[in-house]
């Protein structure tokens, strides 16, 4: 039995959680929200974030970030990417840290914003670590909704470091009946297609939403979009120092990129269907502002965030990316959803669309 530190209790690392537990470990989850943990220790339920679901007596949590990260074999990172800096520094001094004895997984997706610019996590996490931990981080990720994991559906995931050891390690940590975990060295190709497939998936659920109203745009039209989000992913992984061109095909990406877009549990596919459906953008000026915002919005698409620190590699990289800086500009206010959606698939198609082609037979002036 190992005993394991999980900070951050969103979904996802609740879901992950129970699945640690359920495989016999003693697991210790942090959680800022005072219900988060009471429910948790009291009751055996995240009725916060994941409502419903039963989690093993072996998995308890604390309000005090220090205690979950102390003597544990293995620390997992769940907090989402705006949080994840200042959530890190306040465990570094841990001794399990600081003297490197504990292995560290990652399940955060998106960038960091630092004073560099905007970085892909693992690269920027080694540089606030102990020096012994540069590639020795592991990064998790894959085709993996929290809902269906928490209730045992079949998963598979992928376990990614330089150090194959580590990597191992967190593949027996997390490897059950039904969660399949694989190896991979490409840290970079894996972090890139966890990133990127939110972005896309905003542009899906835009794309998604006008489909009810549209007879020219269906079911081929968004695998057209999906083909095209896949090509950018590669592209951008490519342009950054992704290893290995057999990521891009596998559940990491593509695997990833279809639940994404196509599960009705997808928090980007959501936002881009309210983007349409509830004119979610109206209030907002651009961008920071929205994502400032997302408290009240009520959940976190991590596609917002991730677009925004991309754009800036994007341009220094001088990359042809039509749909998801499509996205960019849609949730900067720099065109309407609907205008950016025609230029995209404009884009998609080789220009054989033209302007006015696309019938969505409904007045969507209001929000567009």
């Known amino acids: 039995m190992s005993k394991v530190g999980i900070i951050g209790a969103g979904a996802w690392g609740t879901a992950i959680a129970k699945n640690i537990g359920e495989n016999g470990h003693d697991v210790l989850m942090w959680a800022f929200e005072e219900d988060v943990v009471k429910g948790i220790n009291d009751d055996n339920e995240n009725r916060r974030y994941l409502p419903g679901i039963r989690l093993p007596k072996a998995v308890k949590a604390s309000t005090d970030i220090r205690e979950a990260a102390s003597g544990r074999e293995f620390i997992i990172l769940a907090s989402p990417s705006l949080f994840l800096l200042s959530t ?45 931990y540069k590639g020795n981080l592991v990064y998790i990720s894959g085709p993996s909704h929290a809902e269906e994991v928490s209730r045992g559906i079949l998963t598979g995931l992928i376990s990614a470091s330089q150090n194959p050891r580590n990597s191992i390690k967190i593949r027996e940590l997390l490897n059950s009946r039904t969660l399949m975990m694989f190896s991979s060295l490409d840290v970079v190709g894996v972090q890139v297609s966890a990133a990127l497939k939110n972005v896309i998936a905003i542009a899906f659920g835009i794309l998604d939403a006008l489909k009810e109203y549209s ?137 054989s669309i033209k302007p006015g082609d696309i019938d969505f037979h409904v007045d969507l002036s209001k929000h567009l």
């Open 88 to 132: 890190i520094r306040q465990i570094l001094t841990v001794p399990s840290i600081m003297e490197g004895e504990a292995v560290i997984g990652v399940l955060t997706k998106g960038f960091m914003l630092t004073n560099r610019g905007p970085r892909l996590i693992i690269e920027t996490l080694e540089d606030y670590l102990p020096g012994f």
């Open 215 to 351: 007879g020219s745009v269906g079911d081929n039209t968004e695998s057209l979009l999906l083909a095209g989000g896949l090509n950018e992913i590669q592209q951008f992984g490519a342009a950054v120092g992704a290893s290995h061109p057999e990521t891009f095909t596998s559940i990491a990406a593509v695997g990833d990129l279809d639940v994404t877009c196509r599960s009705i549990h997808g928090r980007n596919r959501r936002f881009g269907r309210e983007i349409i459906l509830k004119d979610l953008l109206q209030k907002y000026s651009g961008i920071d502002e929205l994502i400032n915002d997302f408290q009240n919005i009520g959940y976190l698409p991590e596609g917002a965030v991730a677009v925004r620190a991309m754009k800036e590699i994007v341009d220094r990289q001088k990359l042809k990316m039509p749909i998801s800086m499509g996205v960019y500009r849609i949730l900067n206010k720099e065109s309407k959803p609907l205008e950016e959606s025609e230029r995209i698939l404009q884009t998609l198609t080789g220009a």
